[in-house]
Structures are given as C-alpha cells and as structure tokens.
T-cell receptor, first 114, second 112 residues
Framework: EADIYQTPRYLVIGTGKKITLECSQTMGHDKMYWYQQDPGMELHLIHYSYGVNSTEKGDLSSESTVSRIRTEHFPLTLESARPSHTSQYLC?????????????FGPGTRLLVL | QKEVEQNSGPLSVPEGAIASLNCTYSDRGSQSFFWYRQYSGKSPELIMFIYSNGDKEDGRFTAQLNKASQYVSLLIRDSQPSDSATYLCAVQLSGGSYIPTFGRGTSLIVHP
C-alpha cells in the first residue's frame, strides 16, 4: 500500500478564505502531482514537481500555487477560495523507472467553497 | 485533439462475461501504458502497465498493446460486480521528464 497522505480529507470553507491542502509521501519519490477531479469527470493536472525547488503548472489553468521545499511535502494553496474551486483534489507521487512510472495517489481532499 | 481517448461509457456487461476497455493515443513516441481503476469516490489505483507489443496477463486482467495502431486495451475476464468502476488509461512518453497523460476514463458496470 502506498504511503501518501492528504489532509484535510474534507473541507467546507467560505468564499475569500485562504486554504492550504497538505500532501505528504514517505516513499522518497521525486515526482509529485496535484490533480483536480469533479465527480464522474476526468482528472485534470494542475501542478507537478520534479523534485525539491521544482514546480510546474499543469494543463488546467488554476489559481492555486504549490511549493516543494522538502521531498516528502507538496502543499497546494488557494489564496482566496471561490465556489468555482469546489472539487476533489488528488495528490500523487511517482518514481521514474526505465519503463515509465507508476503513480500512487493519496485519498484526496474534497473541498466545498460556500 | 485529445492525446488519450477513451469511450466514457458506461459499458455494461453481465457477471461472468469478458469486459473489453479500449484506449487510443495520438503520440507515436509513447512508450509506457497504464491502466488504473477508480471506484466511485475513491482515488485511482494501478491495475497493470504494459510497454511491449502484445498481451500481458495478470490474473483476470489482460492488457493488450498495439503500437502500430496506437491502441491499448484492457480485458477483464469473469467480470464481477466488484469490478464496477471507472478505468483510466494513462500514456507516457519515454524519459523521466515526461508526465503521464490520462484519458477521461470508461465507466464499467457489471450487473448480476
């Protein structure tokens, strides 16, 4: 079983609040990812990181930011939450190999912005 | 044009039948292909991966890859109601700098 954790699991917050979604992994993986997924819909990559001090924007335009100060930690921050940010946020990590890389997903954070 | 295409379904099969899930991709440089299963309200989890042309079997699951035709499929034999989930295809170019690209997933329903 993959050791990747996300907190909080559920969050209800008012518009305009600043929030940080936490993601940690204990597998020593260099690559980490944040995805956004609405119920029954596809995964959208919003941020990823190749390692410490590396962050990149994904395919989906997002008003969130990320940081990667430590290998095991990849938090995502929304400076001012809006109802349009309501979604599920999935964190993942992977270890590159000669045949591609398997991604391990955290349990997700369900965010509701009122 | 989306890089990884999957029929969103739902694909409905009776218990005990073979479920066939298909995925096509556009980039001929793709080298690694993954199938993930996602139960409703849960996170994706890897079922299997394949990188060579042909078939790869793991229990009731068989992945099939045809690079010339740019498709990869997943067969589930003796389908069970517990197999009801969304199946995501992911494709990756070779090299550590590449990020896997996911399809939108196919919803599978196995009815008793």
């Amino acid at each position: 079983e993959a050791d990747i954790y996300q907190t909080p699991r559920y969050l209800v917050i008012g518009t305009g609040k600043k929030i940080t979604l936490e993601c940690s992994q204990t597998m020593g993986h260099d690559k980490m990812y944040w995805y956004q997924q609405d119920p029954g819909m596809e995964l959208h990559l919003i941020h990823y990181s190749y390692g410490v001090n590396s962050t990149e924007k994904g395919d989906l335009s997002s008003e969130s930011t990320v940081s990667r100060i430590r290998t095991e930690h990849f938090p995502l921050t929304l400076e001012s939450a809006r109802p349009s940010h309501t979604s599920q946020y999935l964190c993942a990590s992977s270890l590159p190999g000669p045949r591609g890389e398997t991604q391990y997903f955290g349990p997700g954070t369900r965010l509701l912005v009122l | 044009q989306k890089e990884v295409e999957q029929n969103s379904g739902p694909l409905s099969v009776p218990e005990g039948a073979i479920a066939s899930l298909n995925c096509t991709y556009s980039d001929r440089g793709s080298q690694s292909f993954f199938w993930y299963r996602q139960y409703s309200g849960k996170s994706p989890e890897l079922i299997m991966f394949i990188y060579s042309n042909g078939d790869k079997e793991d229990g009731r699951f068989t992945a099939q890859l045809n690079k010339a035709s740019q498709y990869v499929s997943l067969l589930i034999r003796d389908s069970q109601p517990s197999d009801s989930a969304t199946y995501l295809c992911a494709v990756q170019l070779s090299g550590g700098s590449y990020i896997p690209t996911f399809g939108r997933g196919t919803s599978l329903i196995v009815h008793p």
